[in-house]
C-alpha cells in the first residue's frame, strides 16, 4: 500500500509538470521535535509522554507541479534519545539513542489565504529513515534520591530492531512567498512509525519496595514544529540565460 502511494505521487507529478513553467526549490529545514514513547508498566509509577531533546535539521528539494502542488524529498538528520519517568524522577540520558537519516517523499498543496503571499500548507507523506545505529545496545542504573523519595531504576535497550524504518506524515502549516521569490515555512507536522526500532526493559525500586517491570518502546513516531526556507534555483538559471 505505501508502495502504491510513492508511485502515485511521482505519477501525478510527471502528469502535472508537462507543458507549464513552474518553479524548483532547495532549502534548508529545522525543527523542534517531540519523541513519542509507549510503554507497559507491573507497577503504576512509570509514564512516557512526547519530549523535546534535540532539534532536527536537514536539506529539501522541491518542484512546483502547478501552482497548487509541490512535490519535495531531501535529507534530514534525526537524533532519537530515550526518556521515561519513574515517579518523581525523569530519566533522560545524554547520549544518541539512535542517529537516522530520513529521506523524505512529500506532496504539500497550497491555498491562497492573502495575494498569493500567505497561503495554507497542507501535507502528505512517506518517509524512510536509515537506522545507523542498528548494531547497538545500551544498559544503564541510575539510583536517584530525594529526602522524600528513592528510586533506583536499570533499563536494558536494544536498538538492533531495524536498519530501515518507514514514517508517514500528515502536516498543516503557513508558507509566505517574498517578492525575491523566497518562500519561508512554518509547520507542525506528526511522523507516525509503522514499526518498532526502540526496545527497553526497565526495572524499578521506589523506596526500597519490590522490584517492578516495565518496557518502554519506540516506533519512531514524533511531532515536529519545523521552519523551512526555500529559494528558487529556477530563476536563477532563468536570469542566467537572461545575461
Known amino acids: 500500500m505505501i508502495r ?3 508511485v502515485f505521487i511521482l505519477l501525478f507529478a510527471v502528469s502535472s509538470i508537462k507543458g507549464q513553467s513552474l518553479n524548483t526549490y532547495v532549502g534548508i529545514v529545522t525543527g523542534f521535535k517531540f519523541e513519542v514513547y509507549e510503554h507497559t508498566d507491573d507497577g ?6 512526547p519530549f523535546f531533546k534535540r532539534p532536527m535539521s536537514g536539506f529539501t528539494v522541491g518542484q512546483e507541479l502547478n501552482k497548487q502542488f509541490i512535490l519535495e524529498s531531501g535529507l534530514y538528520f534525526i537524533n532519537y534519545s530515550k526518556r521515561y519517568k519513574v515517579d518523581l524522577f525523569t530519566l533522560g540520558l545524554d547520549n544518541v539513542a539512535i542517529f537516522a537519516l530520513q529521506i523524505p517523499v512529500k506532496l504539500k498543496a497550497r491555498l491562497n489565504l492573502i495575494d498569493n503571499k500567505l497561503k495554507l500548507l497542507t501535507t502528505v507523506g512517506y518517509s524512510l529513515s536509515i537506522n545507523t545505529n ?10 536517584y534520591g530525594k ?3 528513592t528510586s533506583i531504576i536499570s533499563d536494558t535497550a536494544d536498538y538492533t530492531l531495524r536498519k530501515t524504518f518507514p514514517l508517514l506524515e500528515t502536516s498543516i502549516g503557513l508558507e509566505y512567498q517574498f517578492k525575491s521569490g523566497v518562500l519561508f515555512s ?9 514499526k518498532r526500532i526502540i526496545d527497553m526493559d526497565v526495572l524499578y525500586s521506589i523506596n526500597n519496595k519490590a522490584y517492578k517491570a516495565a518496557k ?3 516506533n519512531g513516531s514524533y511531532f515536529n514544529f519545523a521552519l ?3 529559494y528558487p534555483i529556477s530563476k536563477f538559471r532563468q536570469k ?3 545575461q
Open 4 to 6: 502504491n502511494i510513492v
Open 228 to 230: 523551512e526556507i526555500s
Open 134 to 143: 542498528s548494531n547497538s545496545t545500551g544498559y544503564s542504573m541510575l539510583q
Open 44 to 49: 503504576s509509577s512509570l509514564s512516557t509522554k
Open 216 to 218: 518502554v518502546f519506540s
Open 186 to 194: 512554518i509547520n507542525a507536522q506528526y511522523y507516525l512509525g509503522l
Open 240 to 242: 542566467n540565460k537572461k
Open 147 to 149: 529526602t522524600y523519595a
